[in-house]
């Protein structure tokens, strides 16, 4: 199973960016997906999931802001990322149950 992350970079407090996950040699489509974020120094931290069937389900510090989705047909799974703030920064993966991408590092500048 293989878990490929991008779309990170280097962005202004109340820029955007979506982060993108494309997924193979698994049936993506009955799985959960989920994105991760790890800032420096701390515990890696669920920042939002998508049931198979598109239900969404986000921290408390991103709803509102961020919004996850996904595409069965082409095995994908998307982070949009709106007003981003500096609390923001940090490295983003993705997951599916016990497999995890190589992660996408976003930094926010304010």
């Known amino acids: 199973v293989q878990l490929q992350a991008s779309g990170g970079g280097l962005v202004q407090a109340g820029g955007s960016l979506r982060l993108s996950c494309e997924v193979s040699k698994i049936i993506f489509s009955s799985k959960v997906v989920n994105w991760y974020r790890q800032e420096s120094g701390k515990q890696r931290e669920l920042v939002a999931s998508v049931s198979p069937s598109g239900g969404a389900n986000y921290a408390d510090s991103v709803k509102g802001r961020f919004a996850i989705s996904r595409d069965n047909a082409k095995n994908m799974a998307y982070l949009q990322m709106n007003s981003l703030k500096p609390e923001d920064t940090g490295v983003y993966y993705c997951?599916?149950?016990?497999?995890w991408g190589q992660g996408t590092l976003v930094t926010v500048s304010s």
């Open positions: 997951n599916i149950i016990r497999y």
